[in-house]
């Protein structure tokens, strides 16, 4: 569960924000966005299969394998995006198909300009 645990937050945060936002009677501070209604967990679900793939995919270029081991670092670096974007082509995300700029694309991820792609700027690349 520690490899997805990524997945299940942005899931998580993505689905909870569907439904209106309500005080829970006898609560201080709680509100329905600290949990999933009924309403969203259907949504949450299906975050979290589309999290998982986002993972999967980066994981395949993150230190090159196919798959975690011990040369990933959770980021991806200008010569490993070089190296590996071609294994993610077909791996069901448009914005990863056809890709004629590598180095152009891997600039438009890392939109924090630290000169890696964490996940987090992976996922809002992929969902944008």
């Known amino acids: ?3 997805f645990r990524p997945c299940y937050i942005r899931a998580f945060n993505k689905a909870r924000d569907v439904a209106p936002d309500e005080s829970i009677t ?8 600290d949990y999933i209604s009924k309403r969203e ?26 798959g975690v081991d011990a040369n990933d670092d959770r980021r991806i670096e200008l010569h490993e995006w070089l190296s590996g974007y071609k294994n993610v082509e077909q791996h069901g995300f448009v ?3 056809s890709i004629s700029d590598p180095k152009g694309v891997f600039k438009a991820m890392d939109s924090d300009e630290g000169g ?6 992976w996922s809002q690349y992929l969902e944008d």
């Not at 967990?41 to 394998?65: E, K, N, Q, T």
């Not at 890696?116 to 700027?121: D, F, K, N, Q, R």
């Open 116 to 121: 890696m792609i964490l996940l987090g700027e």
């Open 95 to 97: 914005a990863l198909e």
């Open 26 to 33: 006898g609560a201080l501070t709680a509100t329905t966005d």
């Open 41 to 66: 967990f259907r949504l949450l679900v299906v975050f979290l299969c589309a999290y998982a793939r986002m993972l999967d995919a980066f994981a395949m270029i993150d230190g090159g394998g196919a």
């Open 1 to 3: 569960w520690h490899l």
